[in-house]
C-alpha cells in the first residue's frame, strides 16, 4: 500500500508521506535511536532481581547473586572509582540518604555494581569505598560476568578512550530502589532532592514481601 | 613563587582553623575568582577534580578557556551531561562567563578534569591552578584540596 502512494506521489506527496512515515515510524518506536531509548527505559521499568541470573563478586571477595538481596530494600547504583565528578556526588547522596532514614537504614541495602571492571578490582573498590558510608556495598566482576549483570537491569554503559591512551565510562547514572519483593520501585535520578528520594526510599521499605 | 607557595602551604597545615576561614580569592580585570578547592585523591592512578567559583563583574562577556596546573599533566575542561538517564562528561571547550554574572564549577556540571596526576592530592593541601581567560587572560588561584567527601569550598561558594 505504502509502496503503491510512493510510486503515485509527486515531490510534494512524497514529502508528506515521508513526514507521515517518520511519524508513524516515530509512535511505533521503530526508530533506532528511540527503539534503543525505549527498550532501556522499559528493561529499566521491568528490572526484577528475583528474575535475574547474574552473579558478581563482592568487594570484600565474596560472591553475590541477586537471589541474596531477595527479602530485604535495596537499592543500586551503576559507575566507576576512577569518576571524579559524578560517582563521588551519587555516594555523598546516598550517604545524606541513609542518614535521613535512621534506624530504617538497617533494613536496607546499598550496592554500587562498577562498570569498569578493568580497574575497579574488589580492593580497589574496597579501598575507594572506605572514605564513605561503610553501608555502601561495591560489586565488580569479570568483564563478562558485569555486562551480563548490568544488562539485566537495563543499564547502558560506554567505553569511552581519551587522547592520552586513557579512558572514562559513560553509564546510566540513576539509583534503582528495589522493594522486598525484588521488584523495581522506583528510580531517584541524579539531582533529586533528599525530600523526594528519601520518601522514595520508605516506599519500598514499607511494601510487603 | 612555587616556593612560597610550598611554605604557605605549611603554615595553613599549621593552622588549620585559619586555612578553613581563609580561600583565597583573586581578582583581574572584571572577574573575580574564588572558592577554588578539589578532593584529595587516592594515590596518583584516578584524575582528581577541580571546582571554582568566577564573578564577572564588568559589562563584557568572558569565556574560560582552559585550566593549568603542576599537579597534573592533562588538566580539561570538561561539563557533566545527562542524556536519557545516561552520564557522560565530554570535554567543554569553553565556559561562557557572561556580564554580570557568577558562574560555578561545582559538583554534577562543569568541573576541571586534572588527568595524569603527577602527585597525590592531600587533605589539607593547596596547589594553584592558572586559568585562562578569553579577556581576562590568565589568572592563578590557590586550589583547596578537601576530604574526598568534601561537597563544597571550605569557604561557601557564594559571598
Ligand atoms: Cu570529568
Redesign the interface.
Known amino acids: 500500500m505504502r509502496r503503491h502512494t510512493l510510486i503515485l506521489g509527486g515531490t510534494g506527496l512524497f514529502a508528506a508521506l515521508g513526514f507521515m512515515l517518520t511519524l508513524g515510524a516515530w509512535q511505533s518506536g521503530d526508530l533506532p535511536w528511540q527503539e534503543k531509548t525505549t527498550s532501556s527505559a522499559a528493561r529499566i521499568r521491568a528490572a526484577d532481581l528475583g528474575a535475574m541470573t547474574w552473579q558478581l563478586t563482592s568487594h570484600e571477595g565474596a560472591p553475590v547473586n541477586p537471589q541474596d538481596w531477595l527479602g530485604q530494600a535495596n537499592l543500586v547504583f551503576f559507575g566507576f572509582t576512577w569518576c571524579p565528578d559524578v560517582c563521588p556526588m551519587t555516594l555523598l547522596n546516598i550517604s545524606d540518604w541513609l542518614e535521613e532514614l535512621g534506624p530504617d537504614a538497617d533494613r536496607l541495602a546499598v550496592h554500587l555494581v562498577t562498570v569498569d571492571p578493568e580497574r575497579d578490582i574488589p580492593e580497589v573498590l574496597a579501598d575507594y569505598l572506605s572514605n564513605f558510608n561503610p553501608r555502601i556495598a561495591g560489586l565488580t566482576g569479570t568483564p563478562v560476568e558485569v555486562a551480563r549483570a548490568v544488562a539485566a537491569f537495563g543499564v547502558t554503559y560506554r567505553r569511552v578512550p581519551r587522547e592520552d591512551g586513557d579512558y572514562t565510562m559513560d553509564h546510566t547514572s540513576g539509583v534503582f530502589v528495589f522493594g522486598p519483593d525484588g521488584r523495581l520501585s522506583r528510580m531517584i535520578d541524579l539531582h533529586e532532592k533528599p525530600q523526594a528520594a528519601v520518601p522514595k526510599i520508605r516506599q519500598a521499605l514499607n511494601q510487603e514481601e | 613563587m612555587m616556593k612560597q607557595i610550598i611554605a604557605g602551604l605549611g603554615l595553613a597545615a599549621l593552622l588549620p582553623a585559619l586555612a578553613l576561614a581563609e580561600c583565597a580569592e583573586v581578582s583581574q580585570g572584571d572577574l573575580s575568582i574564588r572558592a577554588a578547592w578539589s ?1 584529595a585523591t ?1 594515590g596518583t ?5 577541580f571546582y571554582v567559583t568566577i564573578q564577572n563583574n564588568g559589562s563584557t562577556d568572558d569565556r574560560l578557556t582552559g585550566i593549568e596546573t603542576s599537579v597534573a599533566g ?1 588538566p580539561m575542561l ?1 561539563e ?1 551531561v ?1 542524556t ?6 565530554p570535554h567543554a571547550t569553553a565556559i561562557d562567563i557572561p556580564a554580570g554574572e557568577t558562574v560555578s564549577l561545582a ?2 556540571g562543569f ?1 576541571g ?4 596526576l603527577e602527585e597525590e592530592l592531600k587533605e589539607g593541601e593547596s596547589f594553584p591552578v592558572a586559568l585562562q581567560f578569553e579577556k581576562a587572560g590568565e589568572v592563578s588561584i590557590d586550589t583547596e584540596v578537601l576530604p ?2 568534601a ?1 563544597e569550598a571550605a569557604c561557601g561558594a557564594t559571598p
Request: hydrophobic share 50%; no cysteine.
Open positions: 578532593r587516592i592512578a584516578r584524575p582528581a577534580v592533562m570538561h557533566t545527562m536519557d538517564g545516561v552520564a557522560s562528561m559538583p554534577g568541573h578534569m586534572l588527568m595524569d574526598i567527601r561537597r
